[in-house]
C-alpha cells in the first residue's frame, strides 16, 4: 500500500519510455521457445511487483502521448506491442496495424523483435499476422519485457479484443528487490506454466539475477552474495530438486 500511495503522490514521473535498444546477449536464440527460456523467469519474476502496483485498476490509454493510465492516477510511456482480435483469434503486431495510426515512437521494440525474428528465423517476431490463443499472450509480453529489459506489460482488454504494451518506469523498477529467495517460488510457478528446457531456463534465470553459475551432470549451483542456489535436473533436464 505504501509503494501505491508513493506512485501515486507524483513524487516521479518521467517521460522515460524504453526503445528498441536489445539486452546484450552472449548468442542469439533461434525460436521462440528458446527466448523464453533466456528472458521468461526473470520477466516473470518483475510481472508479479508490478502486479501487485497496478492490478485491479481500471487503465486508459493516450496514443497521442504514448502513455498508459492507471486509475486516473499515474500514467506511464508505453510500447505499443500488437493486438489480439477475439473475433478472428488472430494477433497482428503495432508495425503491420496500418489502422490506427500508432506513433513511430511506440513501434520501437515491436519493430526490433521483428528485425530479430527475420535475422533468426523467428516467425512469431516477424510474421504480420498470425493465429494466436489469448492464454498466448503472455509469452509474447515476458519476451518483449525480458527482451528490453522493460518495469513489465501489461495486456489491456477491451471489447473487442487485447492490446499488450509494455511499461518503463524507474518508480516500478525502484520498488522490485532482485530478492533471492524469489527463485523458490517464480521459478517452480514459471515451468509449471511454460512448456521450456528446466535446465536451460534455471541457468539463464540465475544469470540474468546476477548469481555466479557452475554446472555438473546433474546439478546447476548458483551463488552470489546473498546466498547460494541449488537444482538437481533428471536425464531429461527436468527439475528435481531446487533449495536454497
Not at 70 to 83: N, S, W
Not at 93 to 101: E, G, R, V, Y
Request: glycine share 8%; charged share 25%.
Amino acid at each position: 500500500m505504501n509503494l501505491i500511495k508513493t506512485l501515486f503522490s507524483g513524487r516521479r514521473n518521467p517521460d522515460e519510455q524504453a526503445g528498441g535498444q536489445l539486452v546484450k546477449e552472449s548468442a542469439p536464440c533461434h525460436s521462440w521457445q528458446a527466448l523464453l527460456e533466456r528472458y521468461g523467469a526473470l520477466a516473470l519474476e518483475k510481472q508479479q511487483n508490478l502486479g501487485e502496483i497496478i492490478d485491479g485498476l481500471s487503465w486508459e490509454a493516450d496514443m497521442k502521448s504514448g502513455r498508459i493510465g492507471f486509475a486516473g492516477k499515474v500514467a506511464f510511456p508505453m510500447q505499443i506491442l500488437g493486438t489480439l482480435s477475439r473475433s478472428s483469434e488472430t494477433w497482428l503486431w503495432s508495425w503491420a496495424n496500418t489502422l490506427s495510426d500508432i506513433a513511430p515512437r511506440q513501434l520501437a521494440q515491436a519493430l526490433r523483435m521483428r528485425r530479430y525474428g527475420e535475422e533468426n528465423g523467428i516467425t512469431l517476431l516477424s510474421q504480420a499476422e498470425l493465429p494466436i490463443k489469448e492464454e498466448e499472450l503472455d509469452i509474447i509480453g515476458l519476451i518483449a519485457a525480458g527482451m528490453f529489459n522493460t518495469s513489465g506489460y501489461y495486456l489491456a482488454d477491451f471489447e473487442r479484443g487485447i492490446m499488450c504494451v509494455t511499461l518503463k518506469s524507474a518508480d516500478i523498477d525502484d520498488s522490485y528487490t532482485n530478492a533471492h529467495h524469489a527463485v523458490l517460488t517464480i521459478f517452480p510457478r514459471f515451468i509449471s506454466l511454460y512448456d521450456v528446457d528446466h535446465r536451460n531456463a534455471l541457468c539463464s534465470y540465475l544469470q540474468l539475477k546476477g548469481y555466479e553459475v557452475s554446472q555438473e551432470a546433474d546439478k546447476v549451483t548458483g551463488c552470489r552474495q546473498d546466498g547460494t542456489i541449488t537444482a538437481e535436473f533428471d536425464e531429461h533436464s527436468r527439475l528435481r530438486l531446487l533449495q536454497g
